[in-house]
């Protein structure tokens, strides 16, 4: 069967099932390029603080920008992508993206002397306009892949925000120490205007759209009232930002926290990232195959989700005590729960696109990201107090708790309205 696609300014096209394949390169590749900013730019975080000379709780305010921008934009994005489509909006976000970096990659940056309030605000604004990619890149995932495809479709979408981040994770530092920030910004422009444009040139709804089957426990009326006013879908999106605790705190200040605890350079911190990045983002793959092969693929990504959240606890909680210990177990259990801490965006996105439906599945992924990202923007911020007023310890440890936190709120069976 073939699905008939309408690209602007030309005769109608026919795209056959394959195309779905080429439609999750396209959004792999416009979470990637995101995510290689998202996450690089923290790992730089040494050389951020010395070339724009930062206080360390400065640092965690101006790290948190980024989060701050997606969270308060990720919604808003989805709302537009279930009104003008996905392509129209990431588009819109990876070209805007694209042009700031490239402005802060001339203007922005230590030689420029600029100030911590334009570097504040230039990273909310790429936090912002970034955020298009989370919803509508989803949405286009789950309007292409039918049931029994679709954990697997997204979760190798969710994917590439680890890998994508482990390229920025490996190149980033390396080019803040040998080039300087202008590179460190124009390279993920580059990135960014590139995903544009093989969007421009792949991306297309189909025609007519399919629709998504509701889990058999949610009754029709549900499926089609707005999952901003479900609990269940709320609790989901809760239980996700719990779990980012952990992958925000390994990802923002394990440079930081390697580099003055330990004395340990910056390879090592992005050593650290980097298996977590891409181990997280291998376990994405595994469990939403695995969760798409079970008889009930809905409760069984909401098993996979609160079993995650215990070991990525049980792993943090190893980080805690193993603080003060060698370098190399300390590392170890902060490579672990980072990966954990990266395993399960995949089902969850997974799961709560299909609790919405099609017609609301960007609105829904719009949540989640808000969600997240809002706990993003709170938890470079929180560690510092943490620090200023107990120890590394207290911050790991804080960590697992809110893994542990997500394992009751998140939904285990979705009850019928």
């Known amino acids: 069967m073939v699905v008939p696609t309408v690209t602007a300014g030309a005769m109608p096209r026919r795209y056959g099932p394959r195309h779905r394949w080429v439609v999750l390169a396209v959004g792999v590749g416009a979470q990637g390029s995101f995510a290689a900013m998202f996450s690089g730019i923290p790992v730089t975080g040494v050389s951020m603080r010395a070339g724009y000379h930062l206080s360390t709780g400065s640092l965690g305010l101006v790290l948190a920008c980024l989060g701050l921008g997606v969270a308060v934009s990720d919604i808003v994005w989805g709302l537009l992508a279930d009104r003008f489509g996905d392509r129209r909006v990431l588009l819109t976000g990876l070209t805007s993206t694209g042009v700031l970096l490239g402005v802060m990659a001339t203007a922005v940056t230590p ?140 990802l923002t200040f394990t440079a930081i926290f390697l580099h003055d605890v330990k004395g340990a350079g910056a390879a090592l911190a992005g050593l650290t990232v980097l298996i977590a990045q891409l181990g997280g983002g291998a376990a994405r793959i595994w469990t939403g195959r695995r969760t798409d092969r079970a ?58 696109a299909e609790m919405a439906g099609a017609g609301r599945a960007g609105t829904a992924l719009g949540l989640i990201g808000t969600t997240l990202f809002a706990m993003g923007f709170l938890t470079p911020l929180l560690i510092p107090v943490v620090l200023a007023h107990a120890s590394w310890a207290a911050v790991w440890g804080l960590a697992a708790a809110a893994s542990l936190a997500a394992v009751p709120l998140a939904p285990a069976v979705l009850r019928a309205r």
């Open 295 to 352: 008889e009930d693929s809905g409760a069984a990504r909401r098993t996979c989700l609160r079993r995650i959240g215990v070991l990525a606890g049980i792993a943090m909680a190893g980080a805690a005590v193993l603080t003060d210990a060698p370098t190399p177990l300390t590392v170890t259990a902060l490579a672990l729960g980072g990966l954990l801490a990266n395993a399960w965006q995949g089902v969850a996105y997974t799961e709560i």
């Open 111 to 250: 030689a420029d002397r600029a100030g911590t309030v334009l570097l504040a605000v230039c990273l909310t604004t790429a936090g912002v306009l970034g955020g298009s990619v989370n919803g509508a890149s989803g949405r286009a995932v789950m309007t292409w892949f039918g049931e029994g495809e679709r954990g697997f479709a997204m979760s190798v979408r969710q994917t590439a925000i680890p890998a994508g981040g482990a390229v920025g994770v490996a190149l980033l530092p390396w080019l803040a120490q040998a080039y300087g920030f202008r590179a460190v910004y124009a390279v993920p422009a580059a990135f960014c205007l590139l995903a544009a444009a093989a969007t421009w040139r792949w991306l297309h709804e189909p025609t007519p759209r399919p629709s998504i089957p509701p889990a058999p426990v949610v009754t029709e009326r549900a499926v089609e009232r707005s999952p901003l006013r479900r609990w269940d879908v709320w609790r989901l999106a809760l239980a996700g930002a719990l779990l980012t605790v952990p992958q925000f705190a390994v």
